[in-house]
């Protein structure tokens, strides 16, 4: 099967890592896979790629015009990518890629399956015009894919036209699923409770330090890792001083290998406003670190297994986020219990051959039955 993937750009980002994680199984599996950014800016790959994954940056298709008509460029880029590559399906991530390739492809057979990245019902990273646009230019995709079903739901009350929905979440990366489990590496000595993410107000990790503080004189061997950087670091750093704990607080700023980080941890928070689909809490279950979780729109409550397999506390209630984060800190035994069913649960429905069987079953119902039944 040919498949002709549009995104962004591929800098590091949750959404670049699950293209290359995606591109990359298809390649290994038989398909043709050509990857290609749309962003001027983007023209290489953070994330390895296979050899076998054809990168063409929208930006080397693009013969030199007038700035102002760079955005009829970009539409008349993709077709002519996709009239070159002649592709089984596209498919796209993001909404404003998805919306390009939506005009650019109008009139074309080829099945198109546009892929949401947030929660849309309340992520703000939209403009009116982009929504506009969105809600005028989905219903004439083949498919619209959402990573959780409770974002799915939502979208759908708020742009009812939308009937042609599917759910399909994030793998966890194969190289993740080789590492040790955190219960497994040797350490155990330094208790450390770890959030990542961008320093901004809907990560809230103000939050976090609160509850922390609220718990940090009955665990006093416990220490907060915040890792991130991002504009609220200062006021961050004012609140650890604020609740008396500046010297049990850190925030050791971006760091390389998130995994690594993980592994070494004793126990992980999230504590969001909202999410599209929280990786780094896949990430932290995959390794079997036990976490809690603000129960946020949307995707800790399908994560977690309505709460059997991380604690899911009530949204911005920091006294039940304290209580559980105690819960836990008093008590290595449930910590491991419950890190050692995060993972086996989330290697199970989240592995790569489930979410490629999800992959699957989309490309069948838009008509690609004999392509992929060619392939198994």
């Known amino acids: 099967m040919k498949i002709l993937f549009f995104v962004s750009s591929m800098n590091a980002g949750g959404a670049e890592r699950v293209a290359a994680t995606l591109a990359n199984a298809w390649v290994q599996r038989g398909d043709q896979v050509c990857l ?14 296979d050899e076998r994954v054809q990168f063409e940056p929208l930006k080397q298709h693009m013969p030199w ?17 996709h009239d070159h590559f002649k592709p089984d399906v596209v498919v ?9 390739v939506l005009m650019a492809l109008r009139g074309v057979n080829t099945p198109v399956l546009v892929c949401e990245r947030t929660n849309p019902v309340v992520s703000k990273s939209a403009t009116k015009r982009l929504q506009s646009l969105r809600s005028k230019l989905y219903p004439k995709a083949t ?25 399909i979440p994030n793998p966890i990366p194969p190289t993740l699923v080789s590492l040790p489990l955190a219960q497994d590496v040797e350490k155990i000595t330094d208790c450390k409770l770890v959030a990542m993410g961008r320093l901004v107000p809907a990560k809230q990790f103000d939050q976090l330090i609160q509850a922390f503080g609220l718990v940090a004189d009955q665990h006093p061997e416990w220490t907060l890792h915040i890792y991130g950087e991002g504009p609220e670091r200062e006021a961050l750093q004012r609140r650890a001083e604020l609740v008396g704990c500046k010297d049990r607080i850190f925030f050791p700023g971006r760091v390389e290998k998130p995994w690594q980080v993980l592994t070494q941890a004793q126990l992980f928070a999230l504590t969001s406003a909202y999410e599209g689909f929280p990786n780094v809490l896949l990430e932290a279950m995959t390794l079997g670190l036990p976490c809690v979780t603000f129960d946020c729109p949307s995707g800790p409550k399908e994560m977690s297994n309505q709460g059997r397999d991380a604690i899911l506390v009530e949204p911005n209630n920091e006294s039940a986020l304290s209580e559980a984060l105690g819960e836990l800190m008093a008590d290595v035994r449930l910590r491991g219990v419950l890190g050692q069913r995060a993972a086996a649960s989330v290697r199970e429905r989240y592995g790569m051959s489930t979410v490629l069987d999800h992959w699957d079953l989309v490309f069948r119902q838009a008509g690609l039955i004999n392509i992929t039944q060619e392939k198994t």
Not at 65 to 79: D, E, G, Q, S
Not at 92 to 100: G, I, P
Not at 145 to 160: G, L, R, V, Y
């Open 65 to 81: 015009f007038p700035p102002l008509l760079t955005p009829v460029r970009k539409l008349r880029a993709i077709r002519r990518i």
């Open 92 to 100: 796209s991530f993001l909404t404003n890629v998805n919306v390009n």
């Open 143 to 167: 498919r619209v894919i959402m990573q959780t079903h409770d974002a799915a739901q939502a979208f759908m009350k708020t742009e009812p036209q939308l009937t042609h929905v599917a759910v």
């Open 36 to 49: 290609v950014p749309t962003h001027l800016g983007s023209e290489t790959s953070f994330y390895a790629l």
